[in-house]
């Protein structure tokens, strides 16, 4: 499992791809050299947004081919060569993912680390979450996995409602939370962290209810 747990921002990139494109796209699958430099440059559905020319594509999958989680195959009375993943469920893996794991660990490889409620939006072309809670239990499953953890919650940030979840197949993730750079005024009563965090908090609370107010009337205008 050594080097399935240590892999670059550019290889979990084009494994995602592959993965993506094995559920949403199964007729143009595997996929030629080129359809996965575009899929790793999409400029939606990515983080962050990455430039790869053909040779780095490339040379990445040669990459993971040596480390057997992509192979190349090539169609009867085809030239061109393609390529899918060997990473899991596969006859030559030992990992085994459900759909709903599978879809948080493609989505957490093409976009980073995310909320629950990010995932659950993110991941609904690959799969289905009857609610909010299954999600968490998904990502409770691949916390606990026998042969993880796989998947780390990261320390609430400030200004955020929930904590955001991040894969570790690339290594351990530093879990320090991050710290609200504090500003203070001479004369102004010293504000505490927790009133601080409950006032950005309120704050968001307040933007979002007028995000939905706004999205009322744009589609009573519409109508």
């Given at each position: 499992?050594?080097?399935?747990?240590?892999l670059?921002?550019?290889?979990t990139?084009i494994?995602?791809v592959?993965?993506?494109?094995e559920?949403?796209?199964?007729?143009?699958y595997?996929l030629?050299?080129?359809a996965?430099?575009n899929?790793c440059n999409?400029?939606?559905n990515?983080?962050?947004?990455l430039s790869l020319?053909?040779?780095?594509?490339?040379?990445?999958v040669?990459?993971?081919i040596?480390?057997?989680?992509v192979t190349a195959?090539?169609g009867f009375?085809?030239r061109?060569?393609?390529?899918q993943?060997r990473?899991?469920?596969?006859?030559f893996?030992?990992?085994?993912?459900n759909?709903?794991?599978?879809?948080?660990?493609?989505v957490l490889?093409?976009r980073?680390?995310q909320?629950?409620?990010e995932?659950r939006?993110r991941?609904?072309?690959?799969?289905?979450?009857?609610?909010m809670?299954?999600?968490?239990?998904?990502?409770?499953?691949?916390?606990k996995?026998?042969s993880?953890p796989?998947?780390?919650?990261l320390?609430?940030?400030?200004?955020?409602?929930?904590?955001?979840y991040?894969?570790?197949f690339?290594g351990?993730?530093?879990?320090q939370?991050?710290?609200?750079?504090?500003v203070?005024v001479?004369?102004?009563p010293?504000?505490?962290?927790?009133?601080?965090l409950?006032?950005v908090?309120?704050r968001?609370?307040?933007m979002?209810?007028?995000i939905?107010?706004?999205?009322?009337?744009?589609?009573?205008?519409?109508t």
């Amino acid at each position: 499992m050594t080097d399935i747990m240590d892999l670059t921002l550019y290889q979990t990139r084009i494994i995602g791809v592959l993965i993506e494109k094995e559920i949403t796209t199964p007729d143009q699958y595997p996929l030629s050299l080129n359809a996965l430099t575009n899929g790793c440059n999409q400029k939606s559905n990515r983080e962050p947004i990455l430039s790869l020319d053909e040779a780095t594509t490339q040379e990445t999958v040669d990459e993971l081919i040596d480390k057997r989680l992509v192979t190349a195959t090539s169609g009867f009375g085809s030239r061109v060569t393609k390529y899918q993943h060997r990473f899991c469920n596969t006859e030559f893996s030992a990992l085994k993912f459900n759909p709903q794991e599978l879809a948080i660990i493609c989505v957490l490889f093409l976009r980073g680390p995310q909320t629950p409620g990010e995932l659950r939006t993110r991941t609904s072309r690959l799969c289905k979450f009857d609610d909010m809670l299954q999600v968490e239990l998904t990502l409770q499953q691949l916390i606990k996995h026998g042969s993880g953890p796989f998947v780390v919650k990261l320390p609430r940030e400030p200004g955020r409602r929930e904590s955001r979840y991040a894969h570790l197949f690339s290594g351990e993730v530093e879990l320090q939370p991050a710290v609200a750079a504090e500003v203070v005024v001479p004369g102004d009563p010293p504000v505490s962290n927790s009133e601080r965090l409950m006032a950005v908090e309120k704050r968001m609370d307040e933007m979002q209810t007028e995000i939905e107010e706004l999205k009322e009337i744009i589609n009573e205008l519409l109508t």
